[in-house]
């Protein structure tokens, strides 16, 4: 049980009851005929999954309800609040623990990553892993277009500060694609559902005190593909972003967001 939480102000819509044992959570925010073709993929794949979109509030139509619901989705969460990416995973995350979920998985919504390594994720999770980290830099993985500042942080700098913190290698943290336990979600040695966790940090932070706490952790090889050309599908733009992602990972690697417990 989560006995401390700060989420933001939210709708949620229901369209099914609960089927299976683990949730996909997809974070959203305005990405179009991306999230649409994703999520038509994931019903034509039909895997034992419950799926729940977590929305940034979109202005774009992409997230209608009635689409939703036409591809199978289980739940379209709103968030009305303030916050980013990690107050979309808050939002989505304490909903399915609400609803009795064993594990849930997170992939992006816009469309990079290959859904078809959710089985392995499960069977991951089932097996008593508490936190799967999606990895394309492992053997079975494999990156397509990654843009090389992309490659070079997430291989340089942001896997090798999260490893040396978590007192456990990694190879690709920078990767959205990953699983948790509810157990490991609902500890409040891990306090996940607090406010600090407003735009990228609740994932560093994850992957820094769920080692450091003892649970278990492992990598699976997946894929993410970037378009060839074009406009690389992201909301981190400009230094400002940047910086502000580094200032988040330094504080996560040095301990600023564990909880005064």
């Given at each position: 049980?989560?006995?401390?939480r ?51 509030n ?19 969460l ?9 107050a ?19 992939v ?24 799967v ?129």
């Open positions: 049980m989560v006995l401390f700060q989420l933001p102000a939210h709708d949620a819509t229901v369209f099914s009851p609960k089927l299976h044992d683990y949730a996909v959570v997809i974070p959203v925010l305005n990405e179009g005929e991306r999230i649409r073709s994703q999520l038509r993929r994931l019903r034509g794949m039909a895997f034992a999954v419950d799926i729940v979109v977590a929305d940034g979109s202005t774009d139509g992409s997230t209608q309800p009635t689409f939703m619901q036409d591809v199978g989705v289980r739940a379209l709103v968030k009305t609040g303030p916050g980013r990416l990690s979309q995973l808050r939002m989505g995350y304490a909903w399915c623990l609400d609803q009795g979920y064993e594990g849930i998985i997170t992006d919504g816009n469309g990079k990553d290959g859904v078809d390594a959710i089985p392995r994720f499960i069977e991951l999770l089932q097996a008593g892993y508490d936190y980290q999606g990895s394309r830099y492992i053997k079975g993985g494999s990156g397509v277009n990654t843009p090389l500042d992309r490659l070079i942080a997430g291989r340089i700098l942001h896997a090798p500060l999260i490893s040396l913190a978590a007192k456990r290698h990694f190879t690709d943290t920078t990767n959205g694609f990953r699983a948790y336990s509810a157990k490991a979600l609902a500890d409040d040695r891990v306090a996940a559902f607090r406010s600090v966790f407003d735009s990228y940090n609740l994932l560093f932070y994850l992957s820094v005190r769920l080692p450091r706490l003892g649970y278990r952790c492992i990598e699976t090889p997946v894929s993410r593909v970037y378009p060839g050309g074009g406009v690389t599908p992201t909301k981190i733009t400009g230094a400002r972003g940047r910086l502000a992602m580094l200032r988040e990972l330094l504080i996560a690697v040095l301990g600023g967001y564990n909880p005064r417990l």
